[in-house]
């Protein structure tokens, strides 16, 4: 398992308590109130100033909207007779 650096884990303490005391605002601008979504934010500002984290891995990003993604729906066409 990767591992984080001390600078890091600073940034991501200092956003999660920005998170608690409502400051934080995501890319839209609206307010985070999802943890798991300041730990990712708090990891990404870490990355930009050089810390040491793990690279993003698409199976952690995507979720479940991703996954059916490259599903097509199935239509079914309306068959008519002709005598």
């Known amino acids: ?3 984080y650096d ?3 884990q600073k940034k991501v303490e200092e956003v999660m308590h920005e998170m608690k ?3 934080l605002k995501s ?5 985070v109130t999802n943890p798991k979504q300041a730990i990712a934010i708090g990891l990404s500002e870490a990355r ?6 793990p690279k993003k891995t698409e ?3 995507t979720g479940q909207r991703g996954s059916a993604k490259g599903k097509k729906s199935e239509t079914k066409k309306k068959t008519t007779k002709t005598k």
């Open 1 to 3: 398992m990767a591992k």
């Open 6 to 8: 001390d600078k890091s």
């Open 21 to 23: 005391e409502g400051k």
């Open 27 to 31: 890319g839209s601008g609206k307010k």
């Open 48 to 53: 930009k100033e050089g810390a040491k984290a």
């Open 59 to 61: 199976a952690k990003t």
